[in-house]
Structure formats: C-alpha cells, structure tokens
C-alpha cells in the first residue's frame, strides 16, 4: 500500500511538472499571445495585439472624420489616408479581428462622427468556425450601432480566398453563403452592400494570383481594385 502511495505522488509531481514545463515554453514563444490567439479560450479574450490597438484607437482624439475603415487585418494592412489625400481617413482594422470583436470595440468608432464607414469582416469568424447566425447577429448590431446617427453605413462582402496557396481553412463556398447573409443583413437595415467578391475572382473562382502572396492578404494591385469600389460607391464627392 505505502509503495502504491508512493507511485501515485510520484506521478502527480510528474504532472505538475509537464504542466509548469509547457506553460514556460508557451511563453517563451510568445506568451499569453499562443493562449489567446484564435478563441482558443474562447471569443471573449482579445490578443495583446487587439487590446493594444484598440487602447491607442481609444486615445485619439479625432471627430468628424470623412471616411472609417472597419475590419481585420485585410483592412489592417492598408494605407487607406493615401487613396484619399483630401479627406480625414482613419484606419480602424486590427489583425485577427472578428465580428465580435468589431462590435466590441464601436463605441470609439461612433465617437468620431465619420461621414460613412465602410465595415470589412467575416473572414476570421469563418476561419475559427463561429457559425453563420452568431456572426449575422454580430453585424446587426453593429449596424444598429448606427441607427441614430448621420453616418452612411457600407457593408462590404467578405473578399474571396485562394486555396491553393492558402489552403482550405476558408473556403470560398463558405464566403459567399455569409456574403448572401451579409447583402441581405445591409437590405434589411437599409444601408449600402458593396460587393467586392466579383471584383476579385480569376477563371477558376478564386482570388486572383496577382492580387496576393499568401493567399488570403493582399497586395497593392488588389487595395487598388478595392478603392476604386469604394471611389463608385461614396457619397463624398471626389
């Protein structure tokens, strides 16, 4: 009995030490990042990337601003202010972001008064699986965040992907199932749908080669493509 006890502490400090073992490693490589990254703990926590961006966003003080982009890091990524060199342009897209993240984050967005802000996200809530009516109810109240305002709202359709250099963790057909959710959501609050899927397609139904590296991100070619929609589609006079 006493040599079964010893065995059995023998092998919870064992345990304990495997756990402390990959806590240090996980930290070492990027810390608290690794455990947050994705909804791996689930959607409520935020990457020290999200939280940091979010804070500096917060710590502005511009108002009336003429155009707001919305959205992850295909948004993230773009130098929006150079496309329109007349107009105050504030970049509000943050890497990995999700609709629940967006709409987490709109009360700074509501607080600079844009004229029109054009929303761009989707592609990360499929990537990490949320289903289709949790994130239709995420943009509707972002949409809703709205309804009192003078802000011309523009929902974009999430832009497409090419899986063979990107692989299958978006798949086109699961884009344009939520963009059909998406027109219809901007339909039924009455504000602009932008389809920018279309604008971006090669032969084969997938995101243009020229137009990206990875598959997904793009590459100037492709903001260019993405503006001049924007450019068809503002009330702003250019």
Do not use: C
């Amino acid at each position: 009995m006493k040599k079964g006890r010893n065995l059995l502490w023998i092998s919870l400090a064992a345990n304990v030490v495997f756990i402390l073992a990959t806590v240090f490693v996980l930290t070492r490589k990027g810390g608290a990042d690794i455990l947050k990254n994705d909804g791996v703990l689930g959607a409520e926590v935020y990457t020290n990337y999200y939280l940091q961006k979010k804070d500096i966003f917060e710590s502005t003080a511009s108002t009336n601003v003429d155009k707001i982009f919305i959205g992850d890091s295909i948004t993230d990524h773009g130098e929006f202010q150079e496309f329109f060199p007349n107009e105050v342009v504030l970049n509000r897209g943050i890497s990995k972001d999700t609709s629940k993240g967006v709409l987490n984050r709109i009360n700074e967005i509501l607080a600079r008064n844009p004229k029109e802000v054009y929303l761009l996200i989707g592609a990360n809530d499929i990537r990490t699986k949320v289903d289709k009516a949790t994130y239709i109810q995420n943009v509707e109240n972002i949409l809703k965040s709205f309804g009192h305002t003078d802000t011309e709202v523009y929902v974009q359709s999430i832009l497409p992907v090419n899986n063979s250099i990107y692989g299958n963790k978006i798949k086109n057909e699961t884009v344009m199932e939520f963009n059909v959710a998406l027109k219809e959501t901007a339909e039924k609050h009455n504000v602009h749908f932008i389809d920018l899927f279309p604008h971006f397609l090669d032969e084969h139904g997938q995101l243009k080669k020229e137009y990206t590296l990875d598959g997904l991100h793009l590459l100037g070619e492709g903001y260019k493509v993405w503006v001049n929609q924007v450019n068809q589609n503002s009330s702003i006079v250019q």
